[in-house]
């Protein structure tokens, strides 16, 4: 039988059938065809309780704000700010989706290292929580834009070289995402110097998938090495399991030793907030796919009816997953690279994977796919995008419809 511990909470097998939040894949599948994104709706919800619920009980001025890109929809986004997180998005995008879906104005925070004028406009103009400042060009486009003080946070590269993927890291000396601490006094002089930025307090995250708290815990002393403010935002990044021998921290611990360091390093008199994607979205998520070839050359490639137009975090960063054939849990398992449907070499899904004997038609589930896949999803050889389907209670309902031919061509302006 196959390890369920990485599949959403509510998976059962049932049969030769999987269930997820009471639906069967095969139903799933029939329904709404394949590819498609399967999400877990209330383990979404109980994620998002027990982030919220570790935070205010140990801090109560903390706020727990979703970082969008890991799973930009406005139907994920409404489901979260139910549950009473705010958002934290990059850019006029995602911010019009996080209000597209309701989400309140005053818990957004916006980032992105390069704002442009349309971003920070769009900030002010929807009065959000809190714009992170990046560097002294935002400061620069905040004075010329704001018309009345603007809540801001000053971004700082705290310097911590984290122990993940090179593309994940984002608060090592080089980075380019926020000021290097060298520079901090300097930025918070210009912020003080001008009528129209508001400075309240300190941001850092030094990357994502990361595993290691005392990492998260360095971040705060570095912060606490600079001037004190009434606000403290210590990003997102807690990694996930994705194969059955990771160990990742759960949300209590990582949030317990995040505000213990806190109140050790900034006192307990401060607002805290977190930003968590990754570790919100990803267990609750799944990928469902349907094998459409499985040739044997040189070694055993089973390919399905989608890959890296839904899912690039192998090619980017390596990550392997550990896809389930439905069905056949006691079959033989055979050592193959699932592979996509894309033209190039580098579309794997996971290479070198135990799959038990697939054949043409078989449903495969890859699990945790909850973060970061549904965000790149691309039309990569005009494949169409996978619709987002939610299941709660044996009921499925379509977040994000599957992408047509029509949408494909929607923006093609000169057909002749
Ligand atoms: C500023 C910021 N906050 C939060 C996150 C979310 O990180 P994760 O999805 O690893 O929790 C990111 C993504 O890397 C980010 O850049």
């Known amino acids: 039988m196959p390890d369920l511990s990485l599949l959403p909470p509510s998976a059962v097998i049932d049969g030769d059938d999987l269930r997820i939040g009471g639906c069967l894949m095969s139903d799933l599948a029939e329904r709404f065809g394949t590819p498609a994104f399967v999400i877990d709706e209330q383990a979404l919800r109980d994620r998002a309780r027990e982030y919220l619920g570790a935070l205010t009980s140990r801090h109560q001025a903390g706020r727990v704000c979703f970082a969008v890109k890991s799973f930009p929809s406005a139907a994920t986004i409404r489901v979260l700010a139910q549950e009473g997180l705010g958002c934290d998005v990059v850019g006029a995008g995602e911010l019009r989706m996080a209000l597209a879906a309701g989400a309140d104005p005053a818990r957004i925070v916006m980032h992105g290292n390069a704002k442009s004028d349309a971003d920070i406009e769009a900030a002010l103009a929807a009065g959000i929580g809190y714009i992170v400042v990046d560097g002294f060009d935002d400061i620069d486009r905040i004075e010329r834009l704001a018309t009345r003080p603007a809540p801001v946070l000053l971004r700082v590269s705290p310097g911590i070289e984290s122990d993940t993927h090179a593309a994940m890291a984002t608060g090592g000396k080089l980075s380019k995402f926020g000021v290097p601490a ?41 912060l606490a090495t600079l001037e004190r403010f009434e606000v403290y935002d210590f990003g997102g990044g807690l990694g996930v399991r994705y194969e059955p021998q990771d160990s990742a921290p ?24 977190i930003e968590p994607g990754r570790s919100m979205v990803a267990r609750a998520g799944v990928t469902l796919y349907r094998v459409v070839t499985v040739k044997q050359a040189g070694k055993l490639h089973v390919a399905v009816d989608g890959g890296m137009g839904d899912n690039l975090e192998y090619s980017l960063y390596g990550q392997r997953f550990t896809p389930l054939t439905v069905g056949r849990w006691d079959a033989q398992p055979v050592l193959a690279d699932l592979v996509g449907r894309h033209c190039e070499s580098g579309d794997i899904v996971t290479p070198d994977v135990l799959l038990a004997d697939p054949a043409i038609g078989d449903l495969v589930v890859v699990p945790v796919t909850g973060a970061y896949c549904f965000t790149m999803a691309n039309n990569y050889n005009g494949a169409l995008r996978p619709p987002v389907i939610f299941c709660s209670d044996g009921q499925a309902r379509v977040g994000v419809r599957r992408e047509t031919f029509e949408d494909l061509m929607a923006r093609e302006v000169d057909l002749g």
Do not use: N
């Not at 002089?189 to 005392?214: F, K, Y």
């Not at 759960?250 to 505000?259: F, I, K, Q, S, T």
């Open 182 to 222: 060298e520079q901090v006094p300097d930025a918070i002089a210009r912020m003080r110097a001008s009528a129209h930025v508001d400075l309240r307090g300190l941001h850092a995250h030094i990357g994502s998938q990361i595993t290691r708290v005392e990492q998260f815990e360095a971040a705060v002393e570095a």
């Open 250 to 273: 759960d949300v209590d611990e990582y949030v317990g030793r995040l505000v213990a360091a806190a109140h050790k390093h900034l006192g307990t008199g401060i607002e805290i907030l």
